[in-house]
């Protein structure tokens, strides 16, 4: 569905979103990968989430609609300016990439979900039992 709109539905929210599917995005020096594929949902609410938990239940919600079992594998919010895994800010590969998307595509993340224009980020990785 690249390029797809349609409406994502909370009990008491619409959000608009967009979807772009299997984006590549390079892949740091060192890594034996030259590019990463990962599918982005972006999420726009009519109205802004309240904080981190609305956006992260929102964004579980469609990972579990993208992938059967998932594992949040990390995430930012800009509102405290903060990141998951905590260490994932130190500087590498020359400070180009964020630590926590860096952290999420080389942890095995295939699914990013971002709400409101980069207000919060998730990278989702499939679970296989």
């Not at 982005?40 to 609609?65: C, R």
């Not at 224009?117 to 989702?124: E, I, L």
Request: aromatic letters at 10%; proline letters at 5%; charged letters at 25%.
């Amino acid at each position: 569905m690249t390029g797809s709109h349609d409406k994502y539905a909370k009990p008491d929210k619409a959000i608009d979103w967009k979807e772009d599917t299997m984006k590549n995005i390079q892949a740091g020096p060192g890594s034996s990968q030259s590019a990463i594929q990962i599918s982005t949902v972006v999420l726009q609410p009519e109205q802004p989430v309240a904080g981190f938990t609305e956006a992260k239940e929102i964004a579980d919600s469609v990972a579990g609609k993208r992938l059967d079992d998932f594992m949040l594998m990390s995430w930012y919010d800009k509102d405290r300016n903060f990141e998951s895994p905590k260490s994932a800010g130190e500087c590498h590969q020359d400070c180009s990439t964020p630590g926590y998307v860096d952290y999420g595509l080389h942890h095995g993340a295939t699914l990013k979900v971002d709400v409101e224009k980069g207000r919060f980020v998730f990278f989702y990785a499939p679970v296989h039992w």
